[in-house]
């Protein structure tokens, strides 16, 4: 299957952000981001990545708790969103960065820690192998990438949110990451609750 272009799927998420569809934003971070972050004090320190942030909740949340945070969206008025959620919550440039940018095509890794949600599922499914060896690329040996497996349901074309499963994860990532943990969590965003698993993946090189 060929993936759609870069100008499409850019045109595509511009239009859903410049007519305000942006169903996605539950308006305040992954309860399971905000559980992992006060209780893993394992979890690797230093710089982190959010692809695809959106407004960017999950960013903030992970700068609040000490990271250096890059964030990457294709659509501009995410990232101006982005911004403005960053001043109300007293964070700075410093601390959280988010940049016009194509995730498939930033290169400026390594980082600690990546953190995907509502990403992944995001995504034309052609593009799966790519987000795969993309994340191998950028995260820094002794890293972890840790996804919010959402969203849980059988198999179907339809999409995006496309269909997503922790066999499927574990198939695109298992050439490059072992997983640590991987567990349904206990709390999510109301309208999620049911549907989301947690993984922790180790890069195989570290
Ligand atoms: C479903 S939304 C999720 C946003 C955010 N993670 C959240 O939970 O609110 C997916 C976001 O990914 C962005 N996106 C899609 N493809 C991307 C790419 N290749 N690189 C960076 N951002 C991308 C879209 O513009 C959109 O804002």
Same mark, same amino acid.
């Given at each position: ?12 998420w511009?239009?859903?952000? $410049?007519?305000?569809?942006? %169903?996605?934003? /539950? &308006? ?8 992992? !972050? $006060? ?8 710089? #982190?990545?959010v692809p695809g942030c959106g ?7 992970? #700068? ?7 964030a990457l969206d294709l659509?501009?008025?995410a990232? +101006?969103?982005? %911004? ?6 007293? !964070? +700075?440039?410093?601390? #959280? =960065? ?5 995730f498939? #095509? ?10 995907d949600y509502t990403f992944l599922c995001a995504i034309?499914?052609?593009? @799966?192998?790519?987000?795969? =060896? ?9 890293? =972890? ?13 339809? &999409?995006?949110?496309?269909?997503? $499963?922790?066999?499927?994860? =574990? ?5 490059? +990451? ?12 109301? /309208? @999620? ?6 993984? %922790?993946?180790?890069? %195989?090189?570290?």
């Amino acid at each position: 299957m060929t993936a759609p272009s870069i100008t499409e799927r850019t045109a595509y998420w511009q239009e859903a952000w $410049s007519t305000g569809d942006t %169903r996605w934003d /539950a &308006g305040e971070a992954a309860p399971a981001l905000v559980d992992l !972050l $006060s209780t893993s004090a394992d979890l690797p320190k230093g710089r #982190a990545l959010v692809p695809g942030c959106g407004s960017g909740y999950d960013a903030l949340a992970l #700068a609040h708790a000490g990271y250096t945070v890059t964030a990457l969206d294709l659509v501009d008025l995410a990232v +101006f969103r982005f %911004r403005e959620l960053r001043q109300n919550k007293g !964070l +700075f440039s410093h601390q #959280a =960065e988010a940049h016009i940018a194509d995730f498939f #095509a930033y290169n400026e890794g390594p980082f600690s820690l990546i953190w995907d949600y509502t990403f992944l599922c995001a995504i034309p499914p052609s593009l @799966r192998t790519a987000w795969a =060896e993309q994340m191998a690329r950028l995260i820094a040996p002794t890293g =972890e990438l840790v996804t919010l497996i959402f969203p849980i349901r059988p198999e179907d074309d339809a &999409g995006p949110p496309f269909a997503m $499963s922790p066999e499927l994860v =574990e198939r695109l990532l298992s050439p490059y +990451f072992t997983p640590k943990t991987m567990f349904p969590v206990p709390r999510s965003h109301p /309208a @999620r609750q049911g549907r989301e698993v947690l993984a %922790r993946w180790m890069p %195989r090189n570290g």
